[in-house]
Structures are given as C-alpha cells and as structure tokens.
C-alpha cells in the first residue's frame, strides 16, 4: 500500500512538473535558449497570487485570471528587452543575463516580502480526496487535473493551429522558415510570453501547496532543467515523461531512502541520462 501511494503521489507531481517545465521546453524550442530565471519567474507569480489574496480577497485559484497575463507580458518583456539584443552573442552572455534576472527576482522577494515562510490558503486548503484509495491533498489533485488539461491543449495548440505549425518550422530551420515569410522574431517574443505565462496559471495553483519563500526559485529552475535534459528537450510527450520519471524518483526516493537521501534521487536520475547520453547535454548548451 505504501508502494501505491508513493506511485499516486509521484505521478501526481510529475504532471504538474511537466507542466512547469513546459514553458521552458517551448522556449528552448523556439529559441535554443535555456531560461535559468524560469523558477524565479515561477516564484514571483506565487507571491503575485499571495498578493491578490491578501489584497484584492480573491482566491489563488481564481487568481490566474490576473497572474497568468500578467506573467505572459513580463516573459515578453525578458525576451525583448534582455534575450533578444544579445542572444546573437557568445550564448554564455545569455545564460549570464538570465542568472542575474534570477537573482534580482530572488532580492526583489526578500526585499518585499521578507525571508519568513509565507504560506495562501483556498478553497481546498486543509481537504482531502481519496484517489484509488489514497488520500491526496484536495489542492494538489486540483493541480494535478488543470496540468493535464494545460498539457493536453498545449499539445493540440502544437499540433494543429498556425502558431503550432510556425513555432515547429523555427524550431527545426530558423532561416528557412524566414525564408518562407515566417516572423521568426514575432514568434519567439509569442512563445516567451506563452512559456513565462504558464508559470501564471500553475504558481497560483502551487501557492496553495507549498511554502512561500524568496530563494524557492532556484530549487523549481534545477527541476524544471532536469526535466528538460532528461526528455531531451524535444517534444511535449517526451517531457511529460520525463516529469513523471523525475517526480517518481524523488517521491519514492523520499519514502524508502534514509533521511533526506531521497531528495537526491532526481539528480541521481539526471547523473545517469547524462552518463548514458553525453551527446543530449552538449546538445542543450550550443544554443543557437
């Protein structure tokens, strides 16, 4: 039974982390850029959803309505005003500018909201819902279904409308698709919106599972870019696959290895795909 429960559990968080991390596949996609302030970003729309509740007395699970465009023009403001004038140069440079985003972002939350843990209650907080006859928090389960569903349309979007089929083209030639009359640049400034409001509609979800708290960004960016290398960062099946695999991992991990060992497992995982498939990591850091 504690076996089933782990596996509940840890499919339950790997949906939801593939839906976190899809905002960074769609901007890897699309640019070969690897956004290393994506779990900052996520934790600044946490502490947007904190503020809607404490202000405005609106629900963080009705708050995505404001947080998730709000998310989407910052994502457009990162690439206008700081991807695109210099991802043309050493692909370093862009990996530098993102790390120090990350880092205003954590300083601006500690500045503003101070380093106690900080915690938004909803609807569903303090719930319970038997799931194959395990118990799971009322508010993860509600994640957990709004990430299949935000999985399931961004792969039909993918798959099936004009902005799907001119983000593929980019993604798999950047100057024929120009040639073909596509706004490469239009596109890319779309999909960091798409990607960075994403984080909109799930932060709000996860304010209400886990503990607020400036410098949390840097743990969700480590496990949103171990779940884009260990998919490969190709497709949208392949990452939520490799959300599942990373959330198993660490959730069984959790249950039958000593102490905080199990908190390892997912970078234990990523040590052996890495081992395994040199090729996928030096793949990811020749950025175009």
């Not at 404490?54 to 404001?66: K, M, N, Q, T």
């Not at 692909?91 to 120090?100: C, P, R």
């Not at 985003?101 to 938004?120: K, W």
Request: net charge positive; charged share 10%; glycine share 14%.
């Amino acid at each position: 039974m504690l076996l089933f429960a782990g596996i509940i559990q840890g499919v339950v968080l790997g949906v939801i982390l593939a839906l976190v991390t899809s905002g960074m596949v769609l901007v890897y996609r699309a640019t070969g850029v690897i956004n290393f302030a994506h779990g900052s970003l996520m934790a600044l729309a946490m502490y947007a959803a904190y503020d809607v509740r404490r202000y405005g007395g609106v629900d963080p699970l009705l708050s995505w309505v404001a947080v998730a465009p709000l998310m989407g023009f910052i994502g457009w403001g990162v690439f206008r005003w700081i991807v695109r004038p210099i991802r043309d140069r050493h692909h370093l440079l862009v990996v530098q500018a993102l790390l120090g985003l990350s880092f205003v972002i954590e300083a601006f939350l500690l500045m503003r909201y101070g380093a106690d843990l900080r915690s938004v209650g909803n609807v569903f907080s303090g719930r319970v819902i038997r799931l194959m006859g395990v118990g799971v928090e009322m508010t993860r389960a509600v994640a957990f279904v709004v990430s299949l569903a935000g999985l399931g349309g961004l792969g039909l979007a993918l798959k099936h409308s004009d902005w799907g089929r001119r983000l593929r083209a980019i993604a798999a030639d950047e100057m024929a698709a120009e040639l073909a009359g596509i706004s490469v640049t239009g596109v890319e400034g779309q999909v960091w919106c798409v990607g960075v409001g994403i984080l909109g509609l799930v932060g709000p979800l996860l304010a209400g599972v886990f503990k607020l708290t400036p410098d949390m960004g840097l743990r969700y960016t480590i496990l949103a870019l171990v779940v884009l290398i260990v998919g490969g960062g190709r497709t949208m099946a392949a990452t939520v696959a490799s959300g599942l695999l990373v959330g198993l991992s660490e959730t069984l991990g959790l249950l039958y290895l000593p102490g905080s060992y199990g908190g390892l497992t997912p970078y234990a995982l990523l040590a052996v795909v890495l081992m395994a498939r040199p090729a996928v990591a030096a793949r990811m850091v020749r950025q175009r």
